[in-house]
């Protein structure tokens, strides 16, 4: 299965590589078990030790040429057609197969923008342009940037059938939790609960299992992209979850809201109410507008604005990102126009992108709100993937 | 305890950095939980999402300065006592703290040589170069290739003891496994067993668990970084193993010999006890020969030449590599001065490092030989950390 979907998209980037007009697309990596380029599973398949150079050119012919003791594994890999195994250099094979395509475009896997086109350390490029350096082709390199980004952002039928079961299977297991969270139990409790459902069932965690899920509760938490804490669950608390799966290899990213009631309450405080759904709207607000040909900055900046005009101060974080392979996938990024963010913001929304929508507000006294929704990009505008939260989730 | 090794390595960087006089080392990283720099693990203990810089000075004084989501998260590990988190843009924080150290000289993640010390992505360092523009710094910085090479092969007692326990268990497998194999199986059912026995006692496998273990029997095997096939283990084969685990984060990795007698042999035929003695007399004369300040090649050469003295082919591979917290591990290697192991062959050997010694060749018409033994470098010389394989396994 995973070798069936590797060759869809080797031949989905060779459509990209003749629609962009670059001749070959070189991913070159050593050592992926220790350093791994971010686009080997995506494009490979498997883990290469020696220096190692994957070639797509853009009428679909691909070659590997790897060291001599990996070629019975490539060979049973079967993702490249033309293996070209060495045993003490690769420099010899790997002018050889350049020579026969004679490029005028080399895309390599750098990028200054994309973390996920940039699996080419700097020393191993360095030793690239020693191998190029009496060649033309130091002059034809080039960034695969934008490959990377229409190859990991357009999602194929089948792609988008496993993000959407593991969005499915994460909201099962989000509504298992609404049933478990009681007043007095920790944070790291309820993440163990999560992780032990995600074990059971055999999935993987779609991010690191130390904030696998993130649950922050209460007001100061240590929010998002923090491990849980021992932090107690309390009456009057808003309660967040950040929690996401990988099934067949692709990821969901869900946040979800809860409120726990005090003893006199029977619907959560005005201003709970409101944070809530001033997050809901501006989800609603920005999926409106989301469309191929915009720019994640403009959809990003009417949820942000959204929440600044109600009183609140704006996220500390981008509206959303896309989600494949990875949880932080693709190119094109819903954000604002900071220099973290390089220029992902300014990237066109493309059809079959999938994004979260994922903004947050500070609630004094309570806690964060944060809903986390997940959209798939249609030829006119978006469609929700996610069963949307439309209402506080309540703890008695 | 990942915390309090750490804690250790971070002070015997300190201590490396004042050894080389380099006033500080600057891991420079982004999104390490799809591309991750190899050093992290043992430098940090956590990933890190948005640009992120992790600076040891030569006097051990340490900054995180990291995206302002990860904050509590990066004060909760505990590596590292000043945080310096940041919103919109890292270049600022980064300046400041780096004008207070007032370096000479700046050791950055990347190397040609040593992909352990190569995790600064080439767009990543573009972008570094673009922050230090206006500044000295652009004309300090220098790989950190060596401090990576003194820190990850000078072992710590605590590290040894890791490692020590690593290879024990794996011995003990390699026992229950010489009471499975019978003819008849395939590769992938010993394989399984195997992998089966690493899950049941919690262990980590220490690479891929496509080819961890490698079982490859009889002529014409695919060999080592192959994943196993379903060749069947006939009589006559000679069948080897090569397999490691993970314990406390700190691998092992071992290869062992099987023969399969035939139906009227008690003992195997003479050229196969010939070139398993071979393999073992190579391992013997390397490991005569290793002490600090060596250089790898030249212990590489002894095993190689003395093998091709005895009438085989020379081993496709280098005779042996580092093994820590990575299987392959460290910077001097003990490997031949081919281009694709840059100048790791040249690097001398110190004490405290540990190393395989997996020489090889081909009995033909029975298949490979190979033992892979495990051996720290002490003052003057080495001892072996493995139980050595004295004997050919007998399969009746």
């Known amino acids: 299965m995973q070798k069936e979907i590797i060759l869809e998209k080797i031949e989905q980037a060779a459509s990209i590589l003749s629609e962009k007009e670059i001749d070959m697309w070189l991913t070159f990596v050593r050592e992926t078990g220790n350093t791994k380029d971010p686009m080997i599973d995506i494009l490979v398949g498997t883990n290469a030790t020696w220096e190692s150079a994957f070639i797509i050119t853009k009428e679909g012919h691909t070659h590997a040429i790897i060291g001599s003791l990996e070629y019975e594994n490539m060979k049973s890999v079967g993702t490249y057609k033309n293996i070209h195994p060495y045993l003490k250099s690769i420099k010899e094979k790997l002018l050889e197969v350049i020579e026969q395509i004679k490029p005028n475009k080399i895309a390599i896997n750098y990028s200054r923008n994309s973390s996920l086109a940039d699996g080419l350390t700097h020393g191993l490029y360095l030793q690239l342009l020693e191998y190029f350096k009496e060649t033309e082709y130091v002059d034809k390199l080039i960034s695969s940037e934008e490959l990377v980004a229409a190859l990991r952002g357009r999602k194929s039928s089948k792609e988008l059938e496993y993000i959407k079961e593991a969005i499915k299977e994460t909201q099962i297991i989000f509504d298992e939790v609404s049933k478990y969270i009681k007043p007095g139990m920790t944070e790291k409790q309820i993440a163990s609960f999560i992780q032990n459902i995600v074990k059971e069932k055999g999935y993987e965690l779609a991010w690191d299992e130390e904030y696998c899920p993130s649950v922050f509760t209460g007001p100061d938490t240590a929010g998002a992209h923090s491990g849980p804490t021992d932090r107690i669950i309390q009456p009057g608390h808003v309660l967040n979850i950040d929690f996401g799966i990988k099934i067949n290899g692709y990821c969901s990213d869900l946040q979800r809201t809860w409120y726990i009631l005090k003893e006199n309450e029977d619907?959560?405080?005005?201003?709970?109410?409101?944070?809530?759904?001033?997050?809901?709207?501006?989800?609603?607000?920005?999926?409106?507008?989301?469309?191929?040909?915009?720019?994640?900055?403009?959809?990003?900046?009417?949820?942000?604005?959204?929440?600044?005009?109600?009183?609140?101060?704006?996220?500390?974080?981008?509206?959303?990102?896309?989600?494949?392979?990875?949880?932080?996938?693709?190119?094109?990024?819903?954000?604002?126009?900071?220099?973290?963010?390089?220029?992902?913001?300014?990237?066109?929304?493309?059809?079959?992108?999938?994004?979260?929508?994922?903004?947050?507000?500070?609630?004094?006294?309570?806690?964060?709100?944060?809903?986390?929704?997940?959209?798939?990009?249609?030829?006119?505008?978006?469609?929700?993937?996610?069963?949307?939260?439309?209402?506080?989730?309540?703890?008695?």
């Not at 390089?342 to 994004?355: A, K, R, T």
């Open 267 to 396: 619907t959560p405080p005005e201003e709970v109410q409101k944070g809530f759904n001033v997050i809901k709207e501006a989800i609603t607000k920005a999926a409106n507008e989301i469309k191929p040909g915009k720019q994640g900055w403009e959809i990003d900046q009417i949820a942000r604005n959204y929440i600044q005009i109600n009183g609140y101060s704006e996220f500390p974080h981008g509206l959303g990102h896309q989600v494949g392979r990875s949880v932080h996938d693709g190119g094109a990024l819903l954000g604002p126009k900071w220099e973290r963010y390089g220029n992902l913001p300014l990237l066109e929304i493309e059809e079959s992108n999938v994004f979260t929508l994922e903004p947050r507000l500070t609630i004094d006294n309570y806690g964060i709100a944060t809903i986390e929704e997940m959209v798939y990009v249609t030829k006119n505008g978006c469609e929700f993937l996610s069963d949307r939260q439309n209402d506080l989730y309540l703890i008695h």
